[in-house]
């Protein structure tokens, strides 16, 4: 009866020890490929923007999703946050705990609102160039 409560109790040491081998592997580090894959109410979702962004809020690394809503980068840092953004949806700003994420977008409720006016006028470095400037087209 002891043998069997002795061998039991090696099993259930052993069953920790792998599930805490597995999940310690999970937790991602520098040079860990990150990846993932996106999707809205319609399916995967492409073309999606997703950066990593450091504490500057500075882009890091860039990768965009395929036909299938999937991505992947090397990650630069952990302590860096992923950015996710794209025309008509919530932005989604998450931290780096895992190195494969599932991430639904949601459509923004209302879009924000653009005033245009004729004094528009197009910047580029800092200097000013006039609408009628910036909107011609040139071919070869």
């Given at each position: 009866m002891k043998a069997s409560k002795l061998i039991s109790f090696t099993g259930l040491l052993f069953i920790q020890a792998v599930a805490t081998t597995v999940f310690a592997q999970d937790k991602p580090k520098a040079g860990d490929t990150i990846s993932g894959i996106i999707s809205d109410k319609y399916g995967p979702?492409?073309?999606i923007n997703?950066?990593?962004r450091d504490s500057l809020d500075?882009?890091?690394?860039h990768s965009l999703t395929d036909?299938?809503?999937?991505?992947?980068?090397?990650l630069v840092s952990p302590e860096n946050r992923i950015r996710i953004i794209t025309v008509g949806y919530e932005t989604v700003d998450i931290p780096i705990d895992t190195t494969f994420f599932e991430i639904k977008m949601k459509e923004w409720d209302e879009l924000p609102q653009v005033e245009m006016n004729a004094d528009s006028s197009y910047k580029y470095k800092g200097i000013p160039?006039?609408?009628?400037e910036a909107a011609k087209s040139v071919s070869h």
């Open positions: 979702a492409m073309m997703v950066t990593e500075r882009v890091v690394a036909f299938w809503g999937y991505f992947s980068f090397r160039i006039p609408l009628r």
